[in-house]
């Protein structure tokens, strides 16, 4: 049998932002409104991958070394509620062109090796709270922490002590 790990493509938020959306969120949700999401996993998943074996994840990896894309900035200006998932999420209210490149080109890949791609459209965001399944009266925006995005990196999902853990496993600049 081969060992796999559940990994993603996702974009870091640097830490005075993780911190900062961090003070924001409790000033903002009840406690019963769902289940924050620690500081240390906040994120922007760019692609997620599933269940990828060792060798996949070579080619996955070596495609990632490949890409060629210039930084760009984006806006957490936006904050929503999808009841179906029970996830509470901040975004944005125009995504860069940049960013839905940058995803489009790893979600291919992905898709390339064998990945299982959402036919849903992609919709970047940070998940806030999670098990949110009850109606939340929500911001009516959010602070707009601006971020520049010069690499992307890749997570592998754990989940040890009942407690999701991203670890992180390799980034790569954007530049060119
Ligand atoms: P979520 O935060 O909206 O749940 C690690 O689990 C990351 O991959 C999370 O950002 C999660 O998005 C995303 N993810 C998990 N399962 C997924 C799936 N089946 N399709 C797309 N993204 C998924």
Not at 11 to 22: F, G, K, N, Y
Not at 60 to 87: E, I
Not at 118 to 142: C, E
Request: proline share 7%; aromatic share 10%; net charge positive.
């Amino acid at each position: 049998m081969t060992s796999t790990r559940r990994l993603f493509f996702a974009i870091a938020l640097p830490d005075s932002v993780r911190q900062a959306i961090i003070g924001w969120r409790a000033g903002q949700f009840p406690y019963e409104a769902g289940r924050p999401v620690a500081a240390a996993n906040l994120h922007i998943t760019l692609a997620f991958l599933g269940e990828v074996s060792a060798n996949k994840e070579q080619a996955l990896r070596a495609a990632a070394m490949r890409l060629q894309q210039k930084p760009f900035t984006l806006a957490l200006d936006d904050c929503g509620h999808w009841p179906g998932s029970g996830v509470v999420w901040l975004g944005m209210k125009r995504a860069p062109r940049g960013l839905l490149q940058l995803a489009q080109r790893l979600r291919a890949q992905a898709a390339r090796n064998g990945c299982y791609q959402s036919p849903l459209p992609f919709h970047p965001h940070v998940t806030l709270l999670r098990q949110a399944r009850q109606a939340v009266a929500l911001p009516p925006g959010a602070p707009g922490w601006e971020i520049t995005v010069d690499g992307f990196s890749l997570y592998a999902s754990l989940f040890d002590n009942g407690r999701t853990r991203y670890m992180l496993l390799d980034s790569w600049p954007l530049a060119g």
